[in-house]
């Protein structure tokens, strides 16, 4: 059974708190991204990771950090220097260097609140 | 402007009916376009992809590309409540790998 799992559905921070989003692919995907959602707006891009051990900064990375030292993982740390991170989380995969391999396909999602 | 635009709707039809939703990029280098379905809370699930110009038919679903007017759209034939939500439109443009997203339309499918 392939796919992407992204844990916990739900998470709830405190103020001051850093907290790490979990990202799981068995898909045999070379790439994987972070995207952040808010209400009314569309999906913007946090962290791209395109290879193992290797990973770029997307529009909107300031507060956040990643790691990619498995192919399957891609977990996302919510640090404290994040000023507003409720908002529902995203993470993706696609094939990556191949011929139409730039499809994107998403996680459950994680959904944060700051108490 | 934007990079990639969407009018956010509502966009009511009624059931039976054809819904065409539209999207226009900046990118002239574009190549590589797609339509995503979002259920409320949900994550968004892949419609079809387009690569070239012209038309491509999957079931209901037609996604239209026009790169030199810098549009792509996506009609869905025989409507139904249950293709009620919200269309994503994206677009692979400059950086490698990178794809931005529009912020959708909203499909309201009356019965």
């Known amino acids: 059974d392939g796919g992407i799992t992204q844990s916990p559905k739900y998470l709830f921070r405190k103020e001051g708190q850093n907290v790490t989003l979990s990202c799981e692919q068995n898909l045999n995907h070379d790439a994987m991204y972070w995207y952040r959602q808010d209400p009314g707006q569309g999906l913007r891009l946090i962290y791209y990771s395109q290879i193992v051990n290797d990973f770029q900064k997307g529009d909107i990375a300031e507060g956040y950090s990643v790691s990619r030292e498995k192919k399957e993982s891609f977990p996302l740390t919510v640090t404290s220097a994040q000023k507003n991170p409720t908002a529902f989380y995203l993470c993706?995969?696609?094939?990556?260097?191949?011929?139409?391999?730039?499809?994107?396909?998403f996680g459950p999602g994680t959904r944060l609140t700051v108490l | 402007q934007k990079e990639v635009e969407q009018n956010s709707g509502p966009l009511s039809v009624p059931e039976g009916a054809i819904a065409s939703l539209n999207c226009t990029y900046s990118?002239?280098?574009?190549?590589?376009f797609f339509w995503y379905r979002q259920y409320s809370g949900k994550s968004p699930e892949l419609i079809m992809s387009?690569?070239?110009?012209g038309d491509k038919e999957d079931g209901r679903f037609t996604a239209q590309l026009n790169k030199a007017s810098q549009y792509v759209s996506l009609l869905i034939r025989d409507s139904q409540p249950s293709d009620s939500a919200t269309y994503l439109c994206?677009?692979?443009?400059?950086?490698?790998?990178?794809?931005?997203f529009g912020t959708g339309t909203k499909l309201q499918v009356i019965p």
């Open positions: 387009i690569y070239s110009n």
């Open positions: 994206a677009v692979k443009t400059g950086g490698y790998q990178k794809v931005t």
């Open positions: 993706a995969s696609s094939i990556g260097h191949h011929p139409g391999g730039d499809t994107q396909y």
């Open positions: 990118d002239r280098g574009s190549q590589s």
